[in-house]
């Protein structure tokens, strides 16, 4: 049965690792940001004094982790947070457990009075299927930035917005 946590523990980091590089999604560059944000928020180091701390939210499948999630209120603003990575180790994918992860970050934002989510992801083909799961997650594009990350590598910014009377049950059914 899968279960969450919210606590970061020592062994997180090297899991983050195991579990982002298993995806095939991302480069050694994108692995080392989940990394070096879960040694951050256990050494207590933040980018400056005004940071805001990245949360994280961890998938088990019994004791094995199987996902996680990690986000951030946006600096300099009041109800504006940031879904900067999730991803959920390869063996697992296509169990709903990314759809659980982003149903409890949503929780846990609405809850720390946030009003709307914000992620960027890639425009190459490869990450078609991502942006398919955010706009299933009840995502919506809200702009395109043209070659942000390479020449033919476009930015696609996805946003959440809650409704004033929003169902507990934020993520709409399949």
């Not at 990245?54 to 879904?83: H, M, N, R, W």
């Not at 946030?114 to 960027?120: I, M, Q, R």
Request: glycine residues 6%; hydrophobic residues 35%; charged residues 30%.
């Amino acid at each position: 049965m899968l279960s969450f946590r919210d606590k970061l523990n020592t062994r997180d980091p090297e899991i983050i690792r195991n579990i982002t590089a298993s995806t095939g999604f991302f480069d050694d560059t994108d692995i080392e940001i989940g990394v070096n944000l879960a040694h951050a928020v256990l050494n207590r180091q933040y980018a400056n004094d005004n940071a805001e701390k990245p949360e994280f939210l961890f998938a088990e499948d019994g004791d094995k982790t199987v996902g996680y999630a990690c986000f951030g209120k946006i600096q300099d603003c009041c109800s504006a947070y940031e879904l900067y990575l999730i991803s959920t180790l390869n063996s697992y994918r296509g169990h709903g457990i990314g759809r659980q992860l982003v149903q409890r970050l949503l929780e846990t934002v609405r809850r720390l009075g946030g009003k709307k989510v914000f992620v960027k992801t890639e425009g190459t083909p490869q990450y078609l299927p991502t942006r398919k799961f955010y706009e299933l997650c009840g995502f919506k594009l809200e702009a395109v930035l043209k070659e942000y990350y390479d020449d033919k590598d476009d930015c696609y910014i996805y946003s959440y917005k809650f409704c004033e009377n929003e169902a507990a049950n934020l993520i709409p059914a399949e």
